[in-house]
């Protein structure tokens, strides 16, 4: 690897996986290095921009964002507009490089990542940076539940009945594909399973893997720096010997994913929640993520959730000035946006 190019960590990995929190851990320990952040969105808003923000990522010490300073490509996944939006930003990147140290791409968890490694052998890109890695983040508790599992027939009968099921197989292609391109994989969320979950997990995920790809444990993302950066691995220039499902395929075609916005007025917090959690039993929804106007509450609520699987908390205050609203997106298969919408009736505060 030529080491006067800036290395670019490419993480990636299915919904809900933790990618924006393994980021996050990246970032809040970064001891001086300066990084830049390019968030990929899937849907309308860009939800992952708000929560990295959330966190002072892109922000000044006041909390104003930063311009320049977080990249947020929110009109589809990136493996479908690298050429519309990638290379511009890669271009600007590119003009300020005396003053990056390392890159941070997080994909869309719909995203194909093989395109967006083999965009760094264009010579305008190649000639700066470098694919340091691509880091491949795994939902263990939900791989160890058998939502991704490789084997359909090895699932038990409870999850094979799951509904959120119901198109396994597009989404088991994308955690395959995800799994091949990897120099990494995290194993993420472990204090979620017991030691036989796991070592289940490690397998399952080992048969897609080659034999130099490394398995590491985390909780939240949590590791060593030098564990995630500084591998060196300049994925650009073996990317093409890496098979994918999808490698004699023109054009990826993502319409089998549905994705939508619902702003809403101040909530209350368990109506909002109750409703949810009827919506994700009710209809396909693989991913919903978003934050909420809680009245009465000087802090944002966050609500995250991957299949039937809900987490929220108070994430931030609300700034001064800043607008305070409810915005949810929701990401699913052969979603009835009128039926959610009205699903959601009723959790006004």
Known sequence: MNTAKIPATIVTGFLGSGKTTLLRHILDNADGRRIAVIVN????????????????IGCDESGA???????????GCMCCTVQEEFFPVMKQLAERRGQLDAILIETSGLALPKPLVQAFQWPEIASVFT???????????????????AHPEAVDEQRRADP???HESPLHELFEDQLSAADLVVLNKVDGVDEQALARVQALVREELSPQVKIVHADHGRLPLDVLLGLG?????????????????????????DSFVVDLPPVDRDRLLAAVNRLVGEHNILRVKGFADIPGK???????????????????AWRTGEERRTSLVFIGQDLD?????????GVEA
């Open 41 to 56: 969105e899937f849907g309308e808003l860009g939800i992952d921009g708000e929560i990295l923000q959330g966190c002072g």
């Open 65 to 75: 964002p930063v311009e320049g300073a977080l990249y947020e490509l929110a009109n």
């Open 131 to 149: 694919v340091d890695a691509v880091v491949t983040v795994v939902d263990t508790p939900a791989a160890a539940a058998g939502q991704f599992a």
């Open 164 to 166: 959120n099921l119901d």
């Open 233 to 257: 691995k300049a994925a650009e220039a073996t990317i093409d010997q890496r098979t994918s499902h999808h490698d004699h395929e023109e054009d990826h075609d993502h319409d089998e994913f």
């Open 298 to 316: 000087p802090m944002r609520w966050l609500l995250q959730g991957v299949g039937r699987r809900l987490d929220s908390h108070f994430d931030r």
């Open 337 to 345: 946006e009128k039926a959610l919408r009205a699903g959601l009736a």
